[in-house]
Nanobody, 124 residues
Framework: QERLVESGGGSVQSGGSLRLACKFSGYIHPNYCLGWFRQAPDKGREGREMVAYADNGGRPGYADSVQGRFTISRDNAKTTLSLTMDNLKPEDTAMYYC???????????????WGQGTQVTVSS
């Protein structure tokens, strides 16, 4: 069974950078993507939005709101998924979740497994 464990996150001022990491274990089907979702403070679970994902070959996809600022990287040999977040904005404040699911994993219904989440807070 897949297991996802996030690390990183924290608090930063607007314009700063953070890096999230997700260690994954268990069998990940080659047709599955790994990625990151986020849940804003005023949203419920169904309000989680896709941030970025990478397929088995590492090809990425990004939400428009983070394109050009965030970079996702998948290393299957090290079983690690990372998200480098630059030029952070207060609206990026959310709980960030590592996820695995059907490619291209654009929404909550595509996800089959969630990590426990890690908080990112950006102050102005």
């Amino acid at each position: 069974q897949e297991r996802l464990v996030e690390s990183g996150g924290g608090s930063v001022q607007s314009g700063g950078s953070l890096r999230l990491a997700c260690k994954f274990s268990g069998y990940i089907h080659p047709n599955y993507c790994l990625g990151w979702f986020r849940q804003a403070p005023d949203k419920g679970r169904e309000g989680r939005e896709m941030v970025a994902y990478a397929d088995n070959g590492g090809r990425p996809g990004y939400a428009d709101s983070v394109q050009g600022r965030f970079t996702i990287s998948r290393d299957n040999a090290k079983t690690t998924l990372s998200l480098t977040m630059d030029n952070l904005k207060p609206e990026d404040t959310a709980m960030y979740y590592c996820a695995v699911g059907l490619c291209p994993m654009l929404g909550v219904p595509d996800v089959v497994k969630w990590g426990q989440g890690t908080q990112v807070t950006v102050s102005s």
